[in-house]
């Protein structure tokens, strides 16, 4: 985050319920909040009195779009995260019931009335050769390079999200019958589900965990973090960044655009998209909105000639 962030016993004095955040949403939203919390306590000028007056709120979201001119969900992330808190603040008398339900009254912008501030955003489609392209770049000869390719083999395998996959344990594996599958908690998912696992992605795991394991490395995490110039492993967690920075550098040396985690999910999705029908594909994804799943198809690459010869 570019804007430091104030400490949370200052931001607690104006919301009270902040501390009850924990346990309420998923692990992102938890971390974001306090920084849309601080930017609403700078509009009001870190006065209390303004801050839990509902038209300070109506206030702020006039002037997230026409001064700041920020997109709609960039607006409506930052108007939730006041209210939920300052409906948690209802429990602990720090805000009379009449107060948050005029905050609820403030309601979200439109997205369709804001719809020429969203982003382009370039995807990348990678295509199968490349995919294999890519993942042959970390030398499986060193420590570093055979987690690489483990990691790259099993985002292309399972079509995961990198917090699911950075976050995965070895009793998550199951291998049986010569067929793979790895279990997962997905975005907004109270059960987990799962997800497939190739052959080849399954060796590489294997093989990296022995690697790792020669140097008495023995947690449950299964991607963990290489010091030592890439030679010495460690127990910590690979995080978000050095997953990413992984795929970047890969795909720089490929000769391929920058390629984010995600896009290996995307890449999943559009494959399986021409070979089998939505509701498989939703399936091993774990999208809860059919809809959401439809996008694959829309970025279908023989979609532009779909009705060539219809009449």
Known sequence: MAVPLAPLQLMTRFFCGLPDLAGRGAPSTIRQDPYDLQRYLEFCQW????????????????????????????INRRLAAVKSTLRLCVTHDGLDIAQAYGFSLVEKVRSSTLKHRMRDGVRVRIQPDEMRRLWRIPNPATLKGA?????????????????????????????????????????????????PLTREAYEWICRWLERRLSFGVDVELVFTRVTGAGTLPTGMPLSRQGAYKIIKVAARQAGLPTIKPHDFRRFVGSELAKRHQLIVVQRTLGHQQIETTTRYVLDHPDLEQMTEGLW
């Open 147 to 195: 987690r690489d390719r483990a990691l790259m083999a099993t985002l292309a395998a399972s079509g995961c999200r990198i917090s699911e996959v950075i976050a995965l344990k070895r009793s998550q594996i199951f291998w049986a019958h010569d067929r793979g599958t790895i279990e997962v908690l997905g975005k907004n998912q109270v059960y987990s589900r799962r997800a």
């Open 47 to 74: 006065n209390k009195d303004r801050a839990l007056t509902p038209a300070s709120l109506r206030a702020w979201r006039t002037h997230m779009v026409d001064v700041e001119q920020l997109a709609a969900a960039t």
